[in-house]
């Protein structure tokens, strides 16, 4: 654009050339009545600026920078929040809003992540403490979405590395859209990317499956994972299959993975991060996520109502990470709630069910419902067989007898005790001696999930032994 400007000049080439011709500009006698004509200035300059219009004007606003045509800003930040709560919702005005103003906060060179809701409920802060790793999730998001907000999500904040992972609820919610053409929209958000944010490694990972309610889109969800990889490998970026990792012998998300079939447990999120994370620094944060991890399988939750009104504000009653109790007293002879949480059947006080939303309410029983975090503590804690009790304040559960168990479930249920043991072992101040001694029994349990065949019985035994001895020794420091 520079060089546009001294070509209209008087120091431009065509200021030089309107000087020098801007004068009598003889012609011959056949070719007008008039013996000479004098060539007015303006009418040159009028024919040459014609001319830059045309040519020159196009090239330039094409070779501006990639970063200039992301990140500059068309609307002030009020009217930018103000557009995306119209067009895109409340929560995606009010993060963009949070991220507008903590983005000149944020050091250069970390590591983001950027998505939608399962990426803004990873526990990064709680896995990666003190480190500068910033999360750009925002739930319900597109890649419409993540295109719209590349300045605030990367661009800005210079980092070293992006982990991008988004198209779920593109696939769930325009079912009418056909995958080549999210596809296309994926294509250009990576070329963005890759321009905006030339010094930044950028690592996309597949969309994961679903499952319940949900499952009947993940034939989409492979169709996009294969043109993810495809357009990945074009632009020269690595590609994780984190799908193929998290999916069972259906083709579906884990369940233990899930506690709504889309979002994660904190074992779905301890296995994204083994799959990203090198192994020999895993143990590091499977340690720092120990803390976590034993509070999301206490074994009592808060009550937040007992058979509220079935009418209210949300269905069911049953408002964001809350959990309910249903009796045979509730208006209503099922739950009434949505499909964004888990229920569990209780009869003659043991769990008899498992279910997603709007669960029938047993004559002999009641029906535990809980959405988000509580919803999350239904799935990774209640299991048919036990026994649960409650009153006003709090449900408790007693876990089901481990004889039980056939040997995968076992080998959860050790892992589970481990991390609850680290857990404590933290909030005590253990010595560094016994945690030493915890990190040979996770490699020992870090081995044993990693077979494709079940482990035998001696060495879920060995390990009880060791686990049991760890407990011991933190017993008496």
């Known amino acids: 654009m520079d060089k546009l400007l001294s070509l209209v000049t008087a120091e431009g080439r065509l200021g030089k050339y309107l000087k020098r011709y801007g004068k009598d500009f003889p012609m011959k006698k056949?070719?007008?009545?008039?013996?000479?004509?004098?060539?007015?200035?303006?009418?040159?300059?009028?024919?040459?600026?014609?001319?830059?219009?045309?040519?020159?004007?196009?090239?330039c606003s094409q070779t501006m920078s990639g970063k200039q045509k992301?990140?500059?800003?068309?609307?002030?930040?009020?009217?930018?929040?103000?557009?995306?709560?119209?067009?895109?919702?409340?929560?995606?005005a009010e993060m963009l809003s949070l991220f507008l103003k903590n983005t000149p906060e944020q050091k250069p060179g970390g590591i983001v992540f950027l998505g939608d809701s399962i990426t803004e409920q990873f526990p990064l802060d709680r896995a990666f403490p003190q480190k500068n790793v910033i999360n750009r999730g925002i739930g319900g998001d597109r890649i419409e979405g993540v295109a719209e907000r590349l300045d605030v999500s990367v661009n800005d904040l210079s980092p070293s590395r992006v982990y991008l992972m988004i198209g779920v609820n593109d696939i769930l919610f325009t079912?009418?859209?056909?995958v080549s053409s999210l596809g296309k929209l994926y294509g250009d958000l990576l070329v963005r990317m890759k321009r905006s944010a030339p010094n930044t490694a950028i690592m996309v990972q597949s969309v994961l499956p679903v499952s319940g309610n949900f499952a009947k889109s993940n034939p989409r969800i492979v169709e996009l994972n294969t043109l993810i990889k495809n357009l990945s490998e074009k632009e020269g970026i690595p590609?994780?299959?984190?799908?193929?990792?998290?999916?069972?012998?259906?083709?579906?998300?884990?369940?233990?993975?899930?506690?709504?079939?889309?979002?994660?447990?904190?074992?779905?999120?301890?296995?994204?991060?083994?799959?990203?994370?090198?192994?020999?620094?895993?143990?590091d944060v499977a340690l720092s996520l120990a803390p976590l991890f034993r509070e999301k399988h206490k074994t009592s939750h808060p009550v937040a109502?007992?058979?509220?009104?079935?009418?209210?504000?949300?269905?069911?009653?049953?408002?964001?990470?809350?959990?309910?109790?249903?009796?045979?007293?509730?208006?209503?002879?099922?739950?009434?709630?949505?499909?964004?949480?888990?229920?569990?059947?209780?009869?003659?006080?043991?769990?008899t069910r498992i279910l997603r939303n709007d669960s029938p309410v047993p004559a002999n029983g009641y029906v535990i419902s809980g959405h988000g975090s509580a919803g999350a503590w239904i799935y990774s804690n209640l299991k048919p067989g036990m026994t649960v009790e409650y009153n006003a304040n709090k449900v408790r559960f007693f876990p089901v007898p481990e004889t039980?168990?056939?040997?995968?479930?076992?080998?959860?249920?050790?892992?589970?005790?481990?991390?609850?043991?680290?857990?404590?072992?933290?909030?005590?101040?253990?010595?560094?001696?016994?945690?030493?001694?915890?990190?040979?029994?996770?490699?020992?349990?870090?081995?044993?999930?990693?077979?494709?065949?079940?482990?035998?019985?001696?060495?879920?035994?060995n390990l009880e032994r060791d686990l049991k001895a760890l407990e011991d020794k933190m017993k008496k420091e």
């Open 70 to 92: 992301d990140s500059a800003p068309v609307l002030s930040p009020d009217a930018r929040i103000q557009d995306a709560r119209t067009r895109r919702g409340d929560h995606y």
């Open 239 to 283: 590609y994780i299959d984190l799908h193929s990792r998290m999916t069972n012998y259906k083709g579906e998300l884990r369940d233990e993975f899930t506690f709504d079939g889309v979002h994660l447990t904190l074992e779905g999120y301890l296995e994204w991060l083994e799959a990203i994370v090198p192994s020999e620094e895993f143990f």
């Open 175 to 178: 079912q009418s859209v056909p």
């Open 404 to 461: 039980d168990f056939v040997p995968r479930e076992r080998l959860a249920a050790l892992r589970s005790q481990w991390f609850n043991l680290l857990g404590e072992s933290l909030e005590n101040k253990s010595s560094s001696s016994l945690i030493l001694e915890a990190k040979k029994i996770f490699q020992t349990l870090q081995d044993l999930k990693g077979r494709k065949e079940d482990p035998d019985p001696e060495e879920l035994m």
């Open 305 to 351: 109502a007992i058979d509220p009104p079935a009418v209210g504000k949300y269905p069911g009653s049953r408002g964001k990470d809350q959990l309910i109790i249903y009796t045979p007293k509730y208006e209503r002879s099922s739950t009434g709630t949505n499909e964004w949480g888990n229920e569990a059947v209780i009869e003659n006080g043991r769990v």
């Open 30 to 59: 056949d070719d007008s009545p008039f013996k000479s004509q004098k060539c007015a200035p303006a009418i040159l300059h009028f024919l040459f600026m014609f001319f830059l219009l045309i040519v020159f004007i196009p090239s």
